[in-house]
T-cell receptor, first 115, second 112 residues
Framework: DGGITQSPKYLFRKEGQNVTLSCEQN?????MYWYRQDPGQGLRLIYY???????QKGDIAEGYSVSREKKESFPLTVTSAQKNPTAFYLC??????????????FGPGTRLTVL | QKEVEQDPGPLSVPEGAIVSLNCTYS??????FMWYRQYSRKGPELLMY????GNKEDGRFTAQVDKSSKYISLFIRDSQPSDSATYLC????????????FGTGTRLTIIP
């Protein structure tokens, strides 16, 4: 069954703690993305990676870090430097490369709450 | 001003009605236009994908793009309670769409 998995579904964190969100895909996609969704603001791009061992900052990268050591995995770390981390985090992937029919497919999301 | 504007709703219509959802945008470089459907506490799923101007139909769904007006629409015919969700428009300027720009989403409820 191909798709994108994110874990955990719900995550609670104390202030000052770093936390890592998992994203795995078995679609053989080259590109992966992390978005944050807040009420009334739509999806905002945090980081994206078009190939293994390479990634770029999105529009709101401050306070976040990522790694892309394997094609199928793109974990996101929310650090204590992120001022307002409570949000719904979405991972997505796409085939990547120069293809006109490329589209992004999303995982089920992780809801992070800072206590 | 946001690059993509979308009325957040909420929008409530009776079952069987035709639903019209819209987005406007300011970046004339956008060429690829998408509509995603998102159920509560779930990830968005791709509904429609169009390139440049024109119409595209898929079952009860029709996507329209008017690049001259910088306006896109999604029409849902014979709406069903299962269509109740938040609908997000998204668009990009280049191949590979790594820089998707999303609207804020319109929350739609179909009343049985």
């Amino acid at each position: 069954d191909g798709g994108i998995t994110q874990s955990p579904k719900y995550l609670f964190r104390k202030e000052g703690q770093n936390v890592t969100l998992s994203c795995e895909q078995n679609l053989n996609h080259d590109a992966m993305y992390w978005y944050r969704q807040d009420p009334g603001q739509g999806l905002r791009l945090i980081y994206y990676s078009q190939i293994v061992n390479d990634f770029q900052k999105g529009d709101i990268a401050e306070g976040y870090s990522v790694s892309r050591e394997k094609k199928e995995s793109f974990p996101l770390t929310v650090t204590s430097a992120q001022k307002n981390p409570t949000a719904f985090y979405l991972c997505a992937s796409s085939r990547g490369g120069q293809t006109s029919t490329d589209t992004q497919y999303f995982g089920p999301g992780t809801r992070l709450t800072v206590l | 001003q946001k690059e993509v504007e979308q009325d957040p709703g909420p929008l409530s219509v009776p079952e069987g009605a035709i639903v019209s959802l819209n987005c406007t945008y300011s970046n004339s470089a956008f060429q690829y236009f998408m509509w995603y459907r998102q159920y509560s506490r779930k990830g968005p799923e791709l509904l429609m994908y169009t390139y440049s101007s024109g119409n595209k139909e898929d079952g009860r769904f029709t996507a329209q793009v008017d690049k001259s007006s910088k306006y896109i629409s999604l029409f849902i015919r014979d709406s069903q309670p299962s269509d109740s969700a938040t609908y997000l428009c998204a668009m990009s300027a280049v191949y590979g769409n790594e820089k998707l720009t999303f609207g804020t989403g319109t929350r739609l409820t179909i009343i049985p």
